[in-house]
């Protein structure tokens, strides 16, 4: 992307929006796939939060809750609640599994808008395995639940004979789209926000654009803070509906 | 963003020798089996910790309160029937007060009438006695008077007939004036 590397040289101007992004080893040079890097830091701290959130606040029990055991309480009444109403009553034993995606995901987002953090939700490395995650998943427990009775997701039997061999086929195409726009919304939403916020920053060297370059970072990390919730929103709103398809595959 | 230069393989393929990002380092492939580790790491634990921990901790939370709450209005339905019942309670006994007050005032004026009407009846014989002996009285009196007018006047009739020079019979005076008096 726009790294102007090159043309920087002996000027202030230098972008490089997209270096927030490196995985850098906290140990050593190299990167194994076991190396202590900033991704393993920062799923330290998403866990590390997710217990605070979750595990200590909710530590008194307490009938009248606190702050944070409301917030505890209240995320998992979203949740929940979203489940139950997408998926039904036979979608809730998979609450756990849903719920841990959320949590992981806001929390990954919320932590990578501190400043200097990494956001490990950024990469399509992270969300393509979340999004191939839940279509395994999907695919795997709509064949388990309903045998080949599953395949009728793409018979869509309320449309004319003649269309549903064209239906068939794009509703194929569909299924087997899902988990690149899964993965890709959620990780472009993110890094494209991270990245105009970094551009916004290398503007700020300059004295005269400098304000107005602070007001966009302030502007652009409001929007950010939004971005971060809804898009972890939708990630799993999208995972209890393609539940709800494998667990009721009528249209 | 290092500033001095670092070791071409340190650097790998995706970031250059100055520590910046070669094209997108969300496509950098050498990195890929160490982010999809860890996340499959932190996802396990992550799923470890609310299934086992957290979200039945939770719930538990949430059906202790839910109880609760049901408890409570349970009990406060029930201290209402029993308000209603105490108030029932109350008005019944106070009916009860009213209807005895009537009565016992109902009694005592029956009682009073009672005692009037004999003290009535008593006072209306000693009056109906009192006249009767007033009348006898009174008839003696009247008695008494017509015989003193026929001895006045037989004494009268008697004392005429002698000082008109006449020789006064007892017998034949008496019966003049007993006819002269009947008529």
């Known amino acids: 992307m726009a790294t102007a590397t090159d043309a920087a040289e002996g000027s202030s101007l230098v972008f490089h929006p997209m270096d927030q992004f490196i995985v850098k080893p906290l140990f050593g040079d190299t990167i194994a796939w076991y190396s202590i890097t900033n991704v393993t830091l920062w799923m330290f701290f998403a866990i590390l939060a997710i217990i605070g959130l979750l595990v200590l606040s909710t530590s008194r029990r307490a009938v009248v809750p606190g702050r944070m055991q409301s917030v505890a309480e209240l995320s998992y009444g979203f949740i929940y609640k979203m489940l139950e109403d997408i998926c039904g009553k036979d979608g809730v034993k998979y609450f756990p599994y849903v719920m841990t995606l959320f949590m992981f995901i806001v929390v990954a987002n919320f932590l990578g808008l501190i400043p200097t953090a990494f956001t490990t939700t950024s990469h399509f490395a992270v969300t393509v395995v979340l999004a191939l995650a839940v279509f395994l998943t999907v695919t795997i427990l709509g064949f388990v639940k309903n045998g080949t009775a599953f395949l009728g997701l793409f018979w869509v039997s309320s449309a004319p004979l003649a269309l549903r061999p064209i239906l068939a086929v794009i509703e194929l195409i569909s299924y087997f789209v899902r988990p690149v726009s899964h993965s890709i919304r959620l990780a472009g939403n993110v890094m494209a926000g991270h990245a105009v916020i970094k551009v916004f920053a290398g503007f700020a060297a300059v004295a005269v654009i400098s304000p107005v370059s602070v007001l966009a970072i302030t502007a652009m990390y409001g929007l950010e803070v939004l971005v971060s919730f809804i898009q972890a929103y939708v990630f799993t709103i999208l995972t209890c509906v393609y539940l709800k398809d494998a667990l009721h595959p009528h249209h | ?183």
Request: charged share 25%; glycine share 4%; net charge negative.
């Open chain 2, 1 to 183: 963003m290092a500033t001095e230069p670092i070791a071409a393989e340190a650097a790998g393929t995706c970031v250059d020798s100055y520590g910046s990002a070669i094209g997108m380092p969300q496509l950098c492939f050498d990195w890929f089996p160490n982010q999809i580790f860890w996340l499959v790491v932190t996802l396990v634990v992550i799923f470890l910790v609310l299934s086992r921990v957290a979200l039945p901790r939770i719930a538990a939370i949430l059906a202790e309160r839910t109880g609760t709450i049901t408890n409570d209005l349970a009990a406060a339905e029930d201290l209402k029937a029993k308000a209603v019942e105490a108030e029932e309670a109350y008005k019944k006994a106070l009916a009860d007060a009213r209807s005895e007050a009537q009565r016992i005032a109902a009694e005592a004026r029956a009682e009073i009438q009672a005692d009037l009407d004999k003290a009535i009846a008593k006072a209306d014989a000693e009056i109906a006695a009192q006249t009767a002996e007033s009348e006898k009285a009174i008839a003696e009196i009247r008695a008494g008077a017509v015989e003193s007018v026929k001895e006045v006047a037989r004494d009268t009739a008697a004392a005429l007939v002698t000082a008109l020079g006449g020789e006064a019979d007892q017998s034949t005076v008496d019966q003049a004036v007993d006819a002269r008096m009947k008529g």
